[in-house]
């Protein structure tokens, strides 16, 4: 692979990645979804849950990190370190968070 590929390689990348985080919505089917085929995605699967959850400004960056703090997660956890428990539970905070406020 030479130095141009690369560079289209790695510019694919960045737009999956910010295409993945700029489309983020709080309803919970598609919180779902998009986070259970993230895990798996070797492209997406290093993406901070946190960042994920509060890059475009749908929910707060202080609120989301005291309940992931609550169900026992870091600011820091990476999408592959979710399993479908913990993808529900933050689901369904995005839902609610999003007819609360």
């Known amino acids: 692979m030479n130095y141009k590929e690369i560079l289209i390689n790695i510019n694919k990348i960045k737009f999956i990645r910010s295409d993945f985080i700029e489309s983020f919505d709080t309803e919970f089917k598609h919180v779902v979804e998009s986070l ?17 959850l509060t890059n475009n400004k749908k929910l707060g960056k202080v609120n989301t990190a005291r309940y992931l703090d609550e169900i026992g997660l870091s600011e820091t956890i990476k ?11 933050i689901a369904k ?9």
């Open 36 to 52: 259970t085929n993230a895990v798996d995605n070797d492209y997406l699967k290093s993406i901070r849950v946190h960042k994920y």
């Open 79 to 89: 999408i592959s370190e979710l399993n479908e428990d913990l993808i529900t539970k």
């Open 93 to 101: 905070y995005c839902d609610e968070y999003d007819n609360n406020f």
